[in-house]
């Protein structure tokens, strides 16, 4: 009889793929379908399965890291960071090396200041990486359809107020 729910097991290989006999030592008593065709492997005498002649092999990680959503999730961020430091130069010589203050300048300013807490969130999604990572692929879709929106209504909050200012 197999068992669904058991999935400790102490004779995973040290390698990172299994050699045959432990993926069959692997799937004695459990139900676990076939990658390829969803045949039930439980106690099957060979590593390939019995319905489609997959080869099978036993390995510890994820077969479709989705980095892809993380990148695009962070890469306006390290942009706008980037940006900020080099708007930083411009806004040190006209604020407090020349005392201006005009309006426009402090719109400068705030978008500098959203650079730079762009980037810092950017540190912090990879701090919070492998968490983001478990997430499903329509939730870091959507997480990094939410950054790119912040980012763009940002940018058009900058560009109108620097319109509406001339």
Partial sequence: ??????????????????????????????????????????DIKSAKCPECAEPLVLKIGSPRARFGWLVLAMAPGCFSG????????????????????????WLLVGADLFGFVSAAMVAVMYKHRHRIMAWSARQQGAFAASVWGIHVAALGIVILSAWLMQ
């Fill in 82 to 105: 980037v940006a900020a430091v080099f708007v930083l130069l411009p806004i040190y010589m006209n604020v407090w090396r020349e005392g201006r203050t005009e309006n426009g300048v």
């Fill in 1 to 42: 009889m197999c068992d669904e729910g058991n999935t400790k097991d102490s004779s995973i290989g040290k390698s990172s793929a299994g050699t045959d006999s432990e993926v069959v030592a692997f799937l004695q008593g459990r139900s676990v379908p076939c990658p390829r065709c969803g045949y039930d492997l439980c």
